[in-house]
């Protein structure tokens, strides 16, 4: 395409080293970036005139509203910048003639990531680094454990979890799997089967109305006595007020969570001077078996760049199928 009039693409939510990125990698592919800072609204739909393409976040839900305006300014293509799709009514842009496709970025950044926080989750490091600020260096009254002794049931085996398959072989560990369509080679069970014998519960699967609340109170009391959530997925994976729940009774041993239900608002922004209304967030925080980050597990140099320039080649190419008809 770069022999072809240049593609416009208005990218929406776009921080600074992503727009950095934007500007360096666009004009090799083709492609005109016209940036926007603000995430995508109603109010600034217009600034897309012109462009066929956008370019958007995961941290801003997208209304019916947006996507009728969007439809209204000649919009016909959305690229999402990330895996899931959960925060845009697919089905909906589609009947008003946008077509919406994701990117694919290193799993290794959220691979890499999820093991650091089962590691974490079963030595303990939340209570023990907090311990430490304060100068308290004793040792901690239960003993942490070790990956080769337990049993991993992994959830949803794509990319990203068939990555964390491939690190967990390293380990020596037991590893149980979970998914409709087997893609590694691993020990695939059903999910009963899975939660009643695995140390560590580890989410990789999509969200959408099958898997919502996958793990809910039901299924949290199948689970091991003193067994450990990973979830570095979506946050409504997880029933939250159950999983609180076993948490507070001693039922799981701990959790380590990088994606929470509500996090919209909160994760991404600076709170230390607005209080944060978001109850289930502050109960977690409060214990000391809950290890919280704000979404951040794919934040990585080498995901950033696949991401930007992913979007920018799903655009050149939707361009390429319509221009070509």
Not at 40 to 47: A, F, K, R, T
Not at 96 to 110: D, R
Not at 166 to 187: E, Q, V, W
Request: charged share 20%; hydrophobic share 40%; glycine share 8%.
């Amino acid at each position: 395409m770069t022999n072809r009039e240049p593609v416009g693409i208005t990218i929406y939510g776009c921080g600074e080293d992503e727009a950095a990125l934007f500007r360096e990698l666009a004009p090799r592919f083709g492609a005109v970036p016209r940036i926007v800072e603000a995430a995508l609204s109603e109010g600034n739909v217009d600034l897309a005139v012109g462009d066929r393409c956008i370019s958007i976040g995961h941290k801003t839900r997208i209304t019916s509203a947006m996507l009728r305006a969007l439809s209204r300014v000649g919009v016909a293509y959305i690229s999402t910048r990330s895996i899931g799709f959960n925060h845009i009514n697919v089905a909906y842009a589609e009947s008003l003639g946008i077509a919406v496709g994701n990117v694919a970025y290193s799993s290794h950044s959220v691979a890499d990531y999820t093991l650091m926080l089962m590691l974490m989750a079963v030595r303990h490091a939340k209570s023990t680094v907090l311990r430490a600020d304060v100068h308290d260096y004793r040792l901690h009254e239960v003993r942490g454990k070790e990956l080769r002794d337990l049993s991993i049931g992994v959830i949803g085996t794509g990319r990203i979890g068939s990555a964390v398959v491939d690190r967990l072989r390293g380990f020596g560990c037991r590893i149980l799997a979970h998914d409709n369509s087997p893609k590694t080679d691993a020990d695939y069970v059903p999910l009963d089967e899975l939660l009643r014998h695995s140390d560590i519960v580890t989410l990789h699967t999509p969200l959408n109305a099958g898997t919502h609340h996958l793990l809910n109170r039901e299924r949290i009391a199948r689970m091991k006595h003193g067994a450990y959530v990973v979830n570095t997925g979506r946050g409504a994976l997880i029933d939250t007020e159950a999983l609180a729940s076993a948490l507070e009774s001693g039922w799981l041993g701990g959790a380590a969570l990088d994606v929470l239900e509500g996090e919209e608002g909160v994760f991404y922004a600076d709170r230390r001077d607005r209080p944060v209304e978001s109850k289930p967030l502050l109960r977690l925080q409060q214990l000391p078996n809950a290890l919280i980050s704000p979404h951040i597990a794919y934040y990585t140099d080498h995901a950033l760049i696949d991401t930007v320039e992913n979007s920018i080649v799903n655009c050149l190419n939707f361009e390429g199928r319509t221009r070509h008809g």
